[in-house]
Structures are given as C-alpha cells and as structure tokens.
C-alpha cells in the first residue's frame, strides 16, 4: 500500500516538473561557443513576420524581413537568419558567448495588423535561460548528462500512470 501511494507522489512532482519545465527552456554553452536559442512561431501568416529578442528590458536583436537590428554588445554576434525565419523558425543564433550573456532571454512577435486594430501586438513567444560555462566539464566516468536527461516524459504516459496509479490505490483501499 505504502509503495503504491509512494509512486504517487513521485508521479505527482515529476506532473510539477513538467509544469515548470514547458514555461522555460535552459541552454547552456562554453565560452566562445555558438549557442541557439531555440523558438518556433505559432502561426506563420503572408506577410513577413516581425520578431524581437530580448533579455531583461533590452533589445537583444530584431528582424523584420532583411531588416535587422542588433543590440549593444551583440553587433555581429546575433542572428535570426533570415531564411529560417520564413519558414516559422524564429530561434536566435548567438555566436561567440561570454560570461555574460548568461540570462533568461524571451522572443516576441509583433504582430502588425491585427484585425481591428492598427497597433502593433506584441506576444511573448518563448523564454530561454541561457547558462554559460568557461571551460567543458571535466572527464567524468559516469553517465553524461545531456539536456535531454533533465526532460519529463511524455505528458500522456505520466498522465495514464497516474491515472493507473490512483485506480490502484482506490482497488487496494
Ligand atoms: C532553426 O534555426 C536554427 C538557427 O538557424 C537552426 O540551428 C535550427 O536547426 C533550426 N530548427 C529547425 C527545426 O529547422
Ligand atoms: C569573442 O569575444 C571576445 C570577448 O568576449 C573577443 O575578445 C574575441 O575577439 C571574440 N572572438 C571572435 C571570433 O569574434
Ligand atoms: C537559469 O539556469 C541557471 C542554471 O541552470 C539557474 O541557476 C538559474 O537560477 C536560472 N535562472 C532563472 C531565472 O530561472
């Protein structure tokens, strides 16, 4: 009985874990690496979409079409090519991280004509915690952790087990 209400609660905080984890991605990189910052528009329309990122309340880098803006201490080193972000793929490309670029980055699409209004809307896409790191780990025997690691399951899967998992309690009550 007890191991039965135990499983219930790990599948409970691994349900939390997934929560948290939807809202926020994290990507970290080395020193002087590229990393990307990955981001995916909800709807691609016809007219040429319009994105912004930026970390805190600065501008991080723009680009609306071939017109692009970068921001201050990221001339050069960001991107959002241009080609990608045709086809909906609106993740930033940012070369050559420091120390610190490190920081919770958040992408926006401006949306120019909405229906009724003429005032542009502006609609939080996705949030990335970036973690720079200065040299590679060192040389562990044990297993790697790759992001992937850190991932919850399948939503379906921890639903039905919990599901399974109350059914079980109310059977053996
Ligand atoms: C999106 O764009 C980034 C940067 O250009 C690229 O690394 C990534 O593979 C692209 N993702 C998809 C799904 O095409
Ligand atoms: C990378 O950034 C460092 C400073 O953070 C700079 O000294 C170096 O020249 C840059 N390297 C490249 C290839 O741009
Ligand atoms: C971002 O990730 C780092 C390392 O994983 C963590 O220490 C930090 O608290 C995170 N920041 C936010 C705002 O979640």
């Known amino acids: 009985m007890t191991s039965v209400f135990s499983i219930c609660i790990v599948l409970g905080s691994m ?7 939807e809202s926020e991605i994290t990507v970290s990189g080395q020193v002087g690496s590229t990393a990307v910052l990955p ?9 040429t ?6 970390i805190k309340s600065e501008d991080v880098f ?3 079409g ?4 970068q921001g201050e201490g990221y001339e050069d080193r960001v991107d959002v090519p241009e080609e990608e972000l045709r086809k909906g793929n609106c993740s930033l490309v940012l070369r050559n991280l420091s120390l610190t670029d490190a920081g919770v980055y958040t992408s926006y699409q401006i949306v120019r004509h909405t229906e009724r209004s003429a005032i542009p809307k502006t609609e939080e896409i996705s949030r990335v915690n970036l973690s720079v790191y200065e040299k590679p780990p060192e040389k562990r025997t044990e297993i790697p952790t790759d992001d992937a690691g850190m991932k919850c399951p399948h939503p379906l899967i921890m639903v039905l087990s919990l599901i399974s998992c109350l059914l079980l309690q109310f059977f053996f009550a």
């Open 49 to 54: 979409p319009y994105i912004r990122w930026r």
């Open 62 to 64: 723009e680009r609306s």
């Open 15 to 21: 349900c939390v874990c997934l929560l948290s984890a």
């Open 66 to 69: 071939e017109e692009s803006y």
């Open 39 to 47: 981001c995916e528009l909800q709807r691609v329309g016809t007219e």
